[in-house]
């Protein structure tokens, strides 16, 4: 649900391209954590570019906790299909109460994408909750299971610099979001980036962006993989 600026809450339900990417996140998570690996088989589909629909690929190695790149061009609800995705991962009963982590490199973001979810806090049967300090991330993240939790990436930081991020947890079902995954402020291969990724070594990765990640982009597919949908024509 959301305010149409009314005052008034409209339902929105998914588009076609948002429907099928979630479809194709779904088991792509499913392999990338190794929760259901068995059986978890995205099914792609193919078509041409300039029909502005769904194509995909994907398809790592099992365990390999890089669930793929999402592009969806800018005005296609790039925002929504994250939450359609997460309300998924929390229901799937392989993922097992799954802790999901949406992350930013700037608070207007997380601001906005914090507003997004909480009005969708029925389907992600929780209410999605936003660190306020590192101290409050650390707590936020330290449970046992489940938790919708926002954070920028600048909030996995050590206490001292030079100092290696302490673990938090090493549960495989943990899914981080990185929204704009492709912006050089995360770092991924170093920095902020790394601090997160010891702080949460068994998470798996998934990223959305409004732009193509750029082929020379080595770094973004190291953390995500290869795309598995995109929709260019909003």
């Known amino acids: 649900f959301d305010d149409d600026g009314s005052g008034k809450l409209v339902k929105k339900m998914a588009g076609y391209h948002q429907f099928h990417a979630v479809q194709v996140a779904v088991a792509e998570t499913l392999r990338a954590s190794l929760a259901g690996a068995q ?3 995205a099914s792609r589909t193919k078509v041409r570019p300039a029909t502005g629909k769904l194509r995909g690929g994907g398809g790592g190695e099992a365990g390999d906790k890089r669930i793929g790149v999402c592009w969806h061009t800018q005005g296609s609800g790039k925002s929504l299909t994250m939450a359609f995705y997460a309300g998924r991962i929390v229901r799937e009963s392989g993922m097992q109460n ?8 700037r608070n207007d973001l997380d601001d906005q994408l914090f507003t997004t979810f909480s009005l969708c806090k029925d389907l992600l049967r929780q209410e999605p909750r936003q660190a306020s300090s590192r101290a409050d991330l650390r707590k936020l993240l330290g449970v046992d299971a489940g938790g919708v939790v926002f954070t920028t990436i600048q909030k996995f930081t050590p206490e001292e610099k030079g100092d290696r991020h302490p673990l938090l947890t090493d549960r495989r079902n943990i899914v981080v979001i990185a929204d704009e995954a492709h912006r050089s402020q995360y770092d991924f291969l170093d920095g902020l980036a790394r601090n ?28 995500f993989g290869e795309y598995i949908s995109v929709y260019d024509r909003s």
């Not at 068994?202 to 020379?216: K, Q, Y």
Request: hydrophobic share 45%.
């Open 196 to 223: 997160m990724r010891d702080a949460l070594p068994g998470a798996s990765f998934i990223g959305f962006t409004g732009t193509p990640v750029e082929l020379t982009d080595a770094n973004t597919r190291a953390v």
């Open 98 to 105: 799954p802790t999901i982590v949406v992350l930013t490199d």
């Open 39 to 41: 059986t978890a088989k």
